[in-house]
């Protein structure tokens, strides 16, 4: 369960800080880099943190059940 509330708080960073970093007003094309160097440094690794926990909530979820089967199995459960 605790690592769902970091997949959630990860996304939920990046989508904070995409719609206060571009609104969807803005009728320009949509430029990565240019929105990147308008961040500061907050948002930036606020956007980071988000990537990562992100990215790599499923990963540890998945690996987290693997470890339990095979423990429940090494045990004789």
């Given at each position: 369960m605790s690592v769902l509330?970091?997949?959630?708080l990860g996304i939920a960073s990046l989508?904070?800080?995409?719609?206060?970093?571009?609104?969807?007003?803005n009728?320009?094309?949509f430029d990565?880099?240019?929105l990147w160097r308008s961040?500061?440094?907050?948002?930036?690794?606020f956007f980071i943190f988000g990537l990562v926990l992100g990215l790599w909530t499923p990963v540890l979820v998945a690996a987290?059940?693997?470890?339990?089967?095979?423990t429940n199995?090494?045990?004789a459960r």
């Open positions: 509330i970091a997949g959630v989508t904070a800080v995409s719609l206060a970093s571009y609104p969807a007003a009728s320009e094309p990565p880099v240019a961040m500061g440094v907050s948002g930036q690794l987290r059940g693997v470890c339990r089967i095979t199995q090494i045990s």
